[in-house]
T-cell receptor, first 107, second 114 residues
Framework: EDQVTQSPEALRLQEGESSSLNCSYT??????LFWYRQDPGKGPEFLFT???AGEEKEKERLKATLTKKESFLHITAPKPEDSATYLC????????FGTGTSLTVIP | DAGVIQSPRHEVTEMGQEVTLRCKPI?????LFWYRQTMMRGLELLIY????????DSGMPEDRFSAKMPNASFSTLKIQPSEPRDSAVYFC????????????FGPGTRLTVT
C-alpha cells in the first residue's frame, strides 16, 4: 500500500541551527515528490518538485534531496521567518500528502 | 494573476443545512483539486478535475458531498445536508499538469457546522 510518512512531527530550532526534515515514501512508480510550506491560516505554498533519485534543488536556505525511499528538506541557518509546517506530497498511481512537520525557529 | 480565489473565507452553518463553497482557479490552469484539512486527518484530496471533467472523486467521503466544474474558471463543492463532522478547512488548488505539476492553493474556506 502506498504510504507517505514525515518526521519529526514537530521540530524546534534555535536561529542558525541547521537541521533536516524527512519524508519517507512507499509508492508504486514515483512520478514526482513535492515539498510545500504552509503558514497558519493559509493554503500550502509550493517549494520544490523532485522527479528522480539523486536530484537536488535549492532555494535560499532550503535544499531538497531525493533517494529511492525518502526525501530530505535541509534547512541551513534557519531564521524565525522559516517557522511553518512543511508538507511532503508524492505522485505515483495515487497522490498523497504527508501529515507535515511543524517547524519553530526561536530567535 | 490574483491566484486561486475561494469564497466564502468563513462559513458557519447549522447541521442539516446546505453549504456551497466556491473556487476560481488560476487562468490557464487545466487541473483543479478540492482538499479538506483537519488536525486529525491532515490534508485529504476530495476530487480532481481535468479540463472541467471529474477524473477522480474517490476521496469524496459520502453522497452528501458533490462537486461541479461548469467551466474552466469556476468550481463548486456542495455539502447537503451538512453535519458537525464536516467542520474543516476546505482548499481549492489548480495546476498546469495535473498531479505531476506544482499545485497553487487558495486561501481556504473554514467551515464550522454546529
Amino acid at each position: 500500500e502506498d504510504q507517505v510518512t514525515q518526521s519529526p512531527e514537530a521540530l524546534r530550532l534555535q536561529e542558525g541551527e541547521s537541521s533536516s526534515l524527512n519524508c519517507s515514501y512507499t509508492v508504486s512508480g514515483l512520478r514526482g515528490l513535492f515539498w510545500y510550506r504552509q503558514d497558519p491560516g493559509k493554503g500550502p505554498e509550493f517549494l520544490f518538485t523532485l522527479y528522480s533519485a539523486g536530484e537536488e534543488k535549492e532555494k535560499e536556505r532550503l535544499k531538497a534531496t531525493l533517494t529511492k525511499k525518502e526525501s530530505f528538506l535541509h534547512i541551513t541557518a534557519p531564521k524565525p521567518e522559516d517557522s511553518a509546517t512543511y508538507l511532503c506530497a508524492v505522485t505515483g498511481n495515487q497522490f498523497y500528502f504527508g501529515t507535515g512537520t511543524s517547524l519553530t525557529v526561536i530567535p | 494573476d490574483a491566484g486561486v480565489i475561494q469564497s466564502p473565507r468563513h462559513e458557519v452553518t447549522e447541521m442539516g443545512q446546505e453549504v456551497t463553497l466556491r473556487c476560481k482557479p488560476i487562468s490557464g490552469h487545466n487541473s483543479l483539486f478540492w482538499y479538506r484539512q483537519t488536525m486529525m486527518r491532515g490534508l485529504e484530496l476530495l476530487i480532481y478535475f481535468n479540463n472541467n471533467v471529474p477524473i477522480d472523486d474517490s476521496g469524496m467521503p459520502e453522497d452528501r458531498f458533490s462537486a461541479k466544474m461548469p467551466n474552466a474558471s469556476f468550481s463548486t463543492l456542495k455539502i447537503q445536508p451538512s453535519e458537525p463532522r464536516d467542520s474543516a478547512v476546505y482548499f481549492c488548488a489548480s495546476s498546469l499538469q495535473g498531479f505531476v505539476g506544482e499545485q497553487y492553493f487558495g486561501p481556504g474556506t473554514r467551515l464550522t457546522v454546529t
